[in-house]
């Protein structure tokens, strides 16, 4: 049984361009979680994505967006980056609002 | 905003000892902790899970207690293993969606 796996594993990209991050959850799984991870810091809620929608979303600019489709797979957009968008973006999937298992992240430079 | 905090930073322990990790979360309304552990370039991995109607649960060498008169969480490893150094986060939600985590606690098993 896969876990949530995430592509690509590295990205660098310079300020200004715009980035697509992907996730599969976990088989079973129906809730698609994204956190930001800096460097030494705990991760921090971006959005959460249940049948598609944007369920819930956390402090951060309309720079980041998201989307979920029909098998829960789902990606995280940022646009216009800037330096302080480099950092590890995790994905993580759950059965609603049961726990959270995590995939190995994208870690994201922006130069 | 929410906060949920570690006491300790760093914690190093001899190989074979117990280990606790603790952990003040500021939301009297959460309602749902989980402790992960996570490694060094990988995603954080779940451990161990607690509800607000319960103070403690135990799993294999992990045991989780939750004090809620004064808003703690405490993580117990029994028989500490190299295997356990890595980073430990609590976090917390009272939306079942969006989980707040701490900064960390850096475990160092000393063999």
């Known amino acids: 049984d896969a876990g949530v796996t995430q592509s690509p594993t590295h990205l660098i990209k310079t300020r200004g361009q715009q980035v697509t991050l992907r996730c599969s959850p976990k088989?079973?799984?129906?809730?698609v979680s994204w956190y930001q991870q800096a460097l030494g810091q705990g991760p921090q809620f971006i959005f959460q994505y249940y049948e598609e929608e944007e369920r819930q979303r956390g402090n951060f600019p309309d720079r980041f967006s998201g989307h979920q489709f029909p098998n829960y797979s789902s990606e995280l957009n940022v646009n216009a980056l800037l330096l302080g968008d480099s950092a590890l973006y995790l994905c993580a999937s759950s059965r609603r609002a049961e726990k959270l298992f995590f995939g190995s992240g994208t870690q994201l430079s922006v130069l | 905003g929410e906060s949920v905090g570690l006491h300790l930073p760093t914690l190093s322990v001899q190989e074979g000892d117990n280990s606790i990790i603790n952990c003040a979360y500021s939301n009297s309304a959460s309602d749902y902790f989980i402790w992960y552990k996570q490694e060094s370039g990988k995603g954080p991995q779940f451990i161990i899970d607690i509800r607000s109607n319960m103070d403690k649960r135990q799993g294999q060498r992990v045991t989780v207690l939750l004090n809620k008169t004064v808003k703690h969480l405490s993580l117990q490893i029994a028989a500490t293993q190299p295997g356990d150094s890595a980073v430990y986060f609590c976090?917390?939600?009272?939306?079942?969606?969006?989980?707040?985590f701490g900064t960390g606690t850096s475990l160092t098993v000393i063999p």
């Open positions: 976090a917390e939600t009272y939306t079942g969606n969006q989980f707040y």
């Open positions: 088989s079973g799984h129906d809730t």
